[in-house]
DNA sequence: GTAAAAATGCAATAATGTTGCAAATAATCG
DNA sequence: CGATTATTTGCAACATTATTGCATTTTTAC
């Protein structure tokens, strides 16, 4: 809770209802999370368009980001090593268990480096593995 | 044209108006097509139904491959090297351009090998780089 | 506590995606 | 080629997801 308003604090954001029960969410929570999914576990006590501009706001301050995906869903993780210390460094690799359908961020897993030919010039790279988890391999 | 029909018989779709249209597209485009972007250079002579179920095909069949992104859109493309021969590795890596905003299948680009914690499996890697394309920084 | 600034909820609207079914088109076979 | 069958398409209706303006409420700053 400490430092939950820590967070907002640290980006001038206002504390407000809305914006701690989603943050908490995303503390609490062990992966990615989907607008439904935050819409789902807050039982409608936001609006729709609150959801959507909190994270909007989340995203512009750095405190979540956006991990690709091959469907059209965005999904949003808030990755505790970085965004802490306010600033945001995206640099590992994400998991989508096929079985579970969460994604995880493996923190620890660094992005590999990746050769581009002659002219790219390259600023981020995201690197999205998909299979089973952990947890569902063990759990069968 | 020759190559248009080729590819279709391959894949044992019947030849239609549509689907010719729609496979032209992505023959002569540079980079990957989100929905929208075949709407618009079909200038609607096809329904918004047909175009779903078109792509929807395309990709069941491997001649396409969706591409993750990060803002809720999917974008599709067709990989020349693979898909000619029927069946589809999508083992390159995906292209971002911030200023042109285009998508570039990376053909020659492998995907690196990405080490998992232990637990997990893994079946598909998708990496995405973003930055400015080839284009984009000589063109300046 | 009060005034100013910011965030929220509501309503309306837009954009995007899905399904069933009849009509049109393409493939098959004599 | 022409008729039959299989497939594809377009339309309509509907569902879901996202966006915008504005009045109201809440938060912040003094």
Redesign the pocket.
């Known amino acids: 809770m400490e430092q939950l308003l820590d967070i907002?604090?640290k980006n001038?954001?206002?504390?407000?209802?809305?914006?701690k029960k989603?943050l908490e969410l995303f503390l609490k929570s062990p992966g990615a999370l989907?607008?439904?999914d935050i819409?789902k576990n807050t039982d409608a006590?936001?609006?729709?368009?609150?959801?959507?501009?909190?994270l909007?706001?989340f995203v512009e301050k750095g405190i979540i980001h956006n991990i690709p995906t091959t469907d059209?869903?965005?999904l949003y993780a808030l990755c505790k090593d970085n965004c802490e210390a306010g600033h945001h460094h995206d640099n590992h690799v994400h998991f989508i268990c096929d079985m579970c359908d969460k994604t995880i961020c493996l923190e620890h897993v660094a992005i590999p480096e990746v050769k581009l030919p002659k002219g790219f010039k390259q600023k981020q790279t995201d690197v999205v593995v998909s299979g089973v988890c952990n947890e569902c391999k063990t759990g069968s």
């Open positions: 907002l604090k001038q954001l206002s504390i407000t209802d809305g914006r989603i989907a607008h439904a819409e006590s936001f609006d729709r368009v609150t959801v959507y501009r909190t909007q706001t059209n869903s965005i």
